[in-house]
T-cell receptor
Framework: DAKTTQPTSMDCAEGRAANLPCNHS???????VYWYRQIHSQGPQYIIHGLKNNETNEMASLIITEDRKSSTLILPHATLRDTAVYYC??????????FGPGTSLSVIP | DAMVIQNPRYQVTQFGKPVTLSCSQTLNHNVMYWYQQKSSQAPKLLFH???????NEADTPDNFQSRRPNTSFCFLDIRSPGLGDAAMYLC????????????FGPGTRLTVT
């Protein structure tokens, strides 16, 4: 199971893009990269996932490097409601999900 | 709406007194997970079920047990809670193996007195 590392905290101005990096240098070929966020006192919420290709959905974009050792979650226009802890995780095809330490994102007015 | 439900949201138990936390889901997902989350830490996987197949993490204490009587319900039993077991306990589900995302419940906050 890959071990992920993330910055402890980041700030982002409201309306600007938030770019959250994650290192997963030990990820294996069949492990997906997932991103979740957790708003205070709530359960984590799924954002996006990917294996090799870049992905985009209504919430965010995920950029995975070609060697798959790192990825970046992009929130294109951060709002105050995006203030949360963002977790980069890996998941094997056998269901096991290990959470990294998370980045506390503060969106500033 | 289909969802993951955890009861109770807040639970207080005494040191050494067994406690059971419950999770139910209306998603009909095959996989159910239990996580422990202590203050300012990431969720830590305790165990998970794929259907009836139980998968325990190597570092999950024996004090923690789980039951899944059917697809919809999963229980976390703490046989003799210690002060260090005070935490948020999160239940999650996933459709199955592969790339499926997890759906989390709101969590149960356990206090041990």
């Amino acid at each position: 199971d890959a071990k992920t590392t993330q910055p402890t905290s980041m700030d982002c101005a409201e309306g600007r893009a938030a770019n959250l990096p994650c290192n997963h240098s030990t990820i294996s070929g069949n492990e997906y990269v997932y991103w979740y966020r957790q708003i205070h006192s709530q359960g984590p919420q799924y954002i996006i996932h990917g294996l090799k290709n870049n992905e985009t959905n209504e919430m965010a974009s995920l950029i995975i490097t070609e060697d798959r050792k790192s990825s970046t979650l992009i929130l294109p226009h951060a709002t105050l409601r995006d203030t949360a802890v963002y977790y980069c995780t890996s998941k094997t095809s056998y269901d096991k999900v290990i959470f990294g330490p998370g980045t506390s994102l503060s969106v500033i007015p | 709406d289909a969802m993951v439900i955890q009861n109770p949201r807040y639970q207080v138990t005494q040191f050494g007194k067994p406690v059971t936390l419950s999770c139910s889901q209306t998603l009909n997902h095959n996989v159910m997970y239990w996580y422990q989350q202590k203050s300012s830490q990431a969720p830590k996987l305790l165990f998970h079920y794929y259907d009836k197949d139980f998968n325990n993490e190597a570092d999950t204490p024996d004090n923690f047990q789980s039951r899944r009587p059917n697809t919809s319900f999963c229980f976390l039993d703490i046989r003799s809670p210690g002060l260090g077991d005070a935490a948020m306990y999160l239940c999650a589900t996933s459709y199955g193996q592969g790339w499926y995302e997890q759906y989390f419940g709101p969590g149960t906050r356990l206090t041990v007195t």
